[in-house]
């Protein structure tokens, strides 16, 4: 099979897992279809400029999108622009798994990149830390630090955000 034919055929087949791992890391759909576009374009280019294929695109493309997330956020913070205007915010739902998710998203939205990035590869991926370890290139002890940091990190917020119940016995 062509790589034409393999790439295009991997995106009809997981292009929604990437772009829904994207979306874990970016918050954002817009910056998410960004993220993975990108990263298809990246290896695109890349494997036709090397002329090799590796046997499985899927985790391939998948560090591609971490790699380019984490460009990106490199990239951006070097020239983002604040402003005093606050962004319209649509109603949401009174539902509680729902402001539930928008809390432990907001969560991992103060978190470093490279936790964020264990912490839905483990969770939303369901990788093991080897894995994620060569997706990040770096040492399985390292990928468990990070993760262990980034869950004290999210119990320590979501204390803060709980106010203590008293017992009414």
């Known amino acids: 099979m062509e790589l034409d034919e393999a790439l295009t055929a991997l995106v009809m087949r997981s292009g929604d897992r990437l772009l829904a791992v994207a979306y874990q890391l970016t918050h954002d759909r817009a910056d998410a279809q960004d993220v993975v576009q990108e990263a298809i ?12 294929a590796p046997d499985d695109l899927y985790p ?9 997330y984490l460009r990106g956020r490199r990239r951006r913070s070097s020239s983002e622009v604040i402003t ?10 009174d539902d509680d798994r ?12 103060t978190l470093p990149e490279r936790q964020r990035v264990v912490l839905v ?7 093991t830390d080897r894995e994620i370890a060569g997706v990040l290139g770096c040492r399985e002890p390292t990928v468990r630090s990070l993760a262990r940091r980034g ?19």
């Open 121 to 127: 590869l483990r969770h939303y991926e369901q990788l």
């Open 151 to 169: 869950l004290i990190a999210l119990r320590g917020r979501q204390a803060e955000s709980q106010p203590l119940k008293e017992d009414r016995t």
């Open 84 to 93: 005093d205007r606050v962004p319209d915010n649509p109603g949401v739902p």
């Open 60 to 68: 391939y493309l998948r560090r591609a999108v971490v790699n380019e």
């Open 41 to 52: 374009l990246r290896v695109y280019s890349s494997i036709r400029r090397r002329g090799l």
């Open 98 to 109: 729902l402001l539930d998710r928008i809390a432990v998203w907001a969560a991992l939205a």
